[in-house]
C-alpha cells in the first residue's frame, strides 16, 4: 500500500491491492527514526520499463502534459538540459536505495504508450476489476499500466478510503504486469486527496496552498501518482519492501505521510520553495522546467524520510 498526503485525523485515502482491498488509517504521522523496511524476497521491477498511460474520461492536453511530463522527469535529465533547482530524477534516487539492497539492478522506467478512452468505455462509475480492465489494454509486459480517471468519474473506494491504488494483474500467458490508478479528485474530494493544495476537510485548516502547475485536481494526482510509482517499483506484487501486515503494509511514501519538506508537522507539509512569479509552492523541479510537489519516501538506509527540500 502506499499512501497519498493525509495529515493528523485524516485516513490514509490510498492502499495496496491485488485481489483483493485493503486499507490503513493513519491517525498519526509515523515515527520516521523507528521504520525499517524489510525485503520479503519478492520479485522486483527490473530492466527497461515502459511506463503507459491509459486516460479515462476527459483530459486536456496541458493536463496529460503535467502527467507525462513528470514520469519523464524521473530519468535524469538529457544532456544539454540543465535543471536550476532540486531535480525529480534526485527524488527517484530514494528509490534506487531500496534495490542496493537486494542487491538487484534499478528499473530504467520510460514514458510509452497513451491511451485515450474518452468515450467512458465502462461507464462514469467503476469497480476494481474495471481498473485492472482498463489497465490491461496497455501493453502487458515489461511495464506499468497507469490508469488515470477525470475528476467526474467515480470508482469503487475514491475518496472514501483512498486516492490511488497499486496492484499486480493475475497471471495470463503474456505474464504479469504491475499497475496503478490514480483519480482526479478536483470536483469530489480535493479536501482528502488534493492536500495541500486544497484546505482538508479535517485537521487543521491552515490555508492551501498554490499548486505548481495551476490545477489542483491533477497536481494532486501527481502526488499521489508519485506515491504509486514508488510503491510499484519497491512493493510490485506485494512481497518486496514493506513493514506491517501484508494486507496493510507501509510502503515507501506511505511511511512517510504528509510529509513533503523539512519542519513538516501534520497540516504543514513543510519548508518548501515558492515560485517568485506565482507563488506556487514545490520541492522538484522536472522535464521542460515543470515544478512539481513530490511526497518524501522512506530512505531504507537511514530509516528515515527523505526530501529534496
Given at each position: 500500500?502506499?499512501?497519498?498526503?493525509i495529515?493528523?485525523?485524516?485516513?490514509?485515502?490510498?492502499?495496496?491491492?491485488?485481489?483483493?482491498?485493503a486499507a490503513?488509517?493513519v491517525t498519526?504521522p509515523?515515527?520516521?527514526?523507528t521504520l525499517?523496511?524489510?525485503?520479503?524476497?519478492?520479485?522486483?521491477?527490473?530492466g527497461?520499463i515502459?511506463?503507459n498511460?491509459?486516460?479515462y474520461?476527459?483530459?486536456?492536453?496541458?493536463?496529460?502534459?503535467i502527467?507525462?511530463?513528470?514520469?519523464s522527469?524521473?530519468?535524469?535529465?538529457?544532456?544539454?538540459?540543465?535543471t536550476?533547482?532540486?531535480a525529480?530524477a534526485?527524488w527517484?534516487?530514494?528509490a534506487e536505495?531500496y534495490?542496493?539492497?537486494?542487491?538487484?539492478?534499478?528499473?530504467k522506467?520510460?514514458?510509452g504508450?497513451?491511451?485515450?478512452d474518452?468515450g467512458y468505455?465502462l461507464?462514469k462509475s467503476?469497480?476494481?476489476?474495471?481498473?485492472e480492465?482498463?489497465?490491461?489494454?496497455g501493453?502487458?509486459?515489461?511495464a506499468v499500466?497507469?490508469?488515470?480517471?477525470?475528476?467526474?468519474?467515480?470508482?469503487?473506494?475514491?475518496?472514501?478510503?483512498?486516492?490511488?491504488t497499486h496492484?499486480?494483474?493475475?497471471?495470463t500467458?503474456?505474464?504479469?504486469f504491475?499497475?496503478?490508478w490514480?483519480?482526479?479528485?478536483?470536483t469530489q474530494?480535493?479536501?482528502?486527496?488534493?492536500w495541500?493544495f486544497?484546505?482538508?476537510?479535517?485537521?487543521?485548516?491552515?490555508?492551501?496552498?498554490v499548486?505548481p502547475n495551476?490545477d489542483?485536481g491533477?497536481?494532486?494526482m501527481?502526488?499521489?501518482?508519485?506515491?504509486?510509482?514508488?510503491?510499484t517499483?519497491?512493493?510490485?506484487?506485494?512481497?518486496g519492501?514493506?513493514?506491517g501486515p501484508k494486507e496493510?503494509p507501509l510502503?515507501?511514501?506511505?511511511?512517510?505521510?504528509?510529509?513533503y519538506?523539512?519542519g513538516?508537522?501534520p497540516?504543514?507539509?513543510?519548508d518548501?520553495?515558492?515560485d517568485?512569479?506565482?507563488?506556487a509552492s514545490?520541492?522538484?523541479?522536472g522535464?521542460?522546467?515543470r515544478?512539481?510537489?513530490?511526497?518524501?519516501?522512506?530512505?531504507?538506509?537511514t530509516s528515515?524520510?527523505?526530501?529534496?527540500?
Open positions: 500500500m502506499a499512501s497519498s498526503t495529515l493528523i485525523a485524516l485516513f490514509v485515502c490510498t492502499l495496496w491491492f491485488q485481489s483483493s482491498l490503513r488509517p498519526n509515523v515515527d520516521d527514526q525499517t523496511m524489510r525485503y520479503h524476497k519478492g520479485a522486483l521491477l527490473t527497461s515502459s511506463v498511460f491509459i486516460w474520461g476527459k483530459f486536456t492536453p496541458s493536463q496529460r502534459a502527467l507525462s511530463d513528470f514520469v522527469s524521473l530519468s535524469s535529465p538529457k544532456s544539454g538540459e540543465h536550476a533547482g532540486p525529480v534526485t527517484w534516487t530514494t536505495e534495490y542496493k539492497q537486494s542487491k538487484k539492478r534499478f528499473p522506467l520510460t514514458l504508450a497513451q491511451i485515450l474518452e468505455s461507464g467503476l469497480s476494481n476489476a474495471d481498473i480492465k482498463l489497465a490491461a489494454k501493453p502487458p509486459r515489461n499500466n497507469i490508469v488515470l480517471t477525470s475528476s467526474d468519474v467515480a470508482v469503487q473506494g475514491f475518496c472514501m478510503s483512498r486516492c490511488g496492484g499486480a494483474s493475475s497471471r500467458k503474456s505474464g504479469r504491475a499497475y496503478i490514480v483519480g482526479n479528485s478536483a474530494c480535493p479536501g482528502q486527496c488534493a495541500p486544497h484546505q482538508p476537510i479535517y485537521g487543521p485548516q491552515t490555508p492551501p496552498l499548486a495551476g489542483v491533477v497536481d494532486g501527481v502526488i499521489n501518482l508519485a506515491s504509486m510509482l514508488a510503491g517499483v519497491t512493493n510490485p506484487f506485494g512481497n519492501f514493506f513493514q496493510a510502503e515507501a511514501a506511505s511511511a512517510c505521510p504528509g510529509v519538506a523539512k513538516a508537522y497540516g504543514y507539509a513543510g518548501l520553495l515558492v517568485r512569479t506565482s507563488g514545490y520541492n522538484a523541479i522535464a521542460h522546467g515544478k512539481y510537489l513530490l511526497p518524501a519516501l522512506l530512505n531504507p538506509s528515515q524520510c527523505s526530501t529534496l527540500v
